[in-house]
């Protein structure tokens, strides 16, 4: 944990200050910056394992920030936004972000999910330099998945769609792979929630709509079926 390293950008000194603490005394290396510019520059310095964004941010707002990190690279990015109810956690989730934590947060809560979050993304390479886990169901059978245009090779963490090559987030990824080693069966967003973005708890099921939609919208938007009452499941 010691070689993990954190960008967190929080405006408020207090919280940024006690969460930097509660972050090192964990055993993370932590760079702690005031505003969206700084947390950019912080970025394209120091290259983190994982960034924290405060969604309200002075100069640069989080959701753009996280837009900046995402086309540039698939670090995972975890939002922080004071406000759960409103619209400011699925536009973070639009912008590419892996997750979100609502403030106030208990310490130990964000350390839970940040070493949930570094779990997805650690463990071997794929398409962008990460792993997916969940490919090891997929992997159990055939190398390459194929539903119909759509191509998954579970070996070499590829997407392609009538041949050519697709961009996936790890996490998007994870999902697909959730869907390709069960294709025609209904997965539920608890179920997804648990699987993808290694949820021992109730989550928020906005996270798994706004990445579907994510998906859908690489790979086909009539690929993954929405089960009105149910979940998701992937046309075979």
């Given at each position: 944990?010691?070689?993990?390293?954190?960008?967190?950008?929080?405006?408020?000194?207090?919280i940024?200050?006690?969460?930097?603490?509660?972050?090192?005394?964990?055993?993370?290396?932590?760079?702690?910056?005031?505003?969206?510019?700084?947390?950019?520059?912080?970025?394209?310095?120091?290259?983190?394992?994982?960034?924290?964004?405060?969604?309200?941010?002075?100069?640069?707002?989080?959701?753009?920030?996280?837009?900046?990190?995402?086309?540039?690279?698939?670090?995972?990015?975890?939002?922080?936004?004071?406000?759960?109810?409103?619209?400011?956690?699925?536009?973070?989730?639009?912008?590419?972000?892996?997750?979100?934590?609502?403030?106030?947060?208990?310490?130990?809560?964000?350390?839970?999910?940040?070493?949930?979050?570094?779990?997805?993304?650690?463990?071997?390479s794929?398409?962008?330099?990460?792993?997916?886990?969940?490919?090891?169901?997929?992997?159990?059978?055939?190398?390459?998945?194929?539903?119909?245009?759509?191509?998954?090779?579970t070996?070499?963490?590829?997407?392609?769609?009538?041949?050519?090559?697709?961009?996936l987030?790890?996490?998007?990824?994870?999902?697909?792979?959730?869907?390709?080693?069960?294709?025609?069966?209904?997965?539920?967003?608890?179920?997804?929630?648990?699987?993808?973005?290694?949820?021992?708890?109730?989550?928020?099921?906005?996270?798994?709509?706004?990445?579907?939609q994510?998906?859908?919208?690489?790979?086909?938007?009539?690929?993954?079926?929405?089960?009105?009452?149910?979940?998701?499941?992937?046309?075979?």
């Amino acid at each position: 944990m010691a070689d993990t390293h954190v960008l967190f950008v929080e405006d408020d000194d207090v919280i940024r200050e006690a969460t930097q603490l509660t972050l090192e005394r964990d055993g993370y290396t932590v760079t702690a910056v005031p505003d969206g510019l700084t947390g950019l520059e912080a970025f394209r310095d120091d290259r983190p394992d994982i960034a924290l964004l405060d969604v309200m941010l002075p100069k640069l707002d989080g959701v753009s920030l996280c837009r900046h990190i995402r086309d540039a690279s698939t670090v995972p990015v975890i939002m922080l936004s004071a406000r759960a109810d409103s619209i400011d956690v699925v536009l973070g989730l639009e912008a590419g972000a892996d997750d979100y934590v609502t403030k106030p947060f208990d310490g130990a809560v964000l350390v839970a999910r940040i070493r949930a979050v570094l779990r997805r993304f650690g463990h071997a390479s794929g398409p962008n330099g990460h792993h997916a886990p969940g490919a090891d169901r997929a992997a159990e059978g055939e190398e390459v998945l194929r539903f119909g245009e759509l191509e998954v090779d579970t070996e070499g963490m590829e997407v392609r769609t009538a041949g050519r090559p697709v961009s996936l987030t790890p996490t998007e990824m994870r999902l697909l792979l959730e869907f390709s080693a069960a294709p025609g069966t209904v997965l539920s967003r608890d179920q997804l929630l648990g699987r993808v973005w290694d949820y021992g708890w109730g989550g928020d099921t906005r996270v798994v709509d706004v990445h579907v939609q994510r998906l859908r919208g690489k790979i086909g938007q009539e690929r993954i079926e929405t089960v009105r009452g149910f979940g998701y499941k992937l046309r075979g």
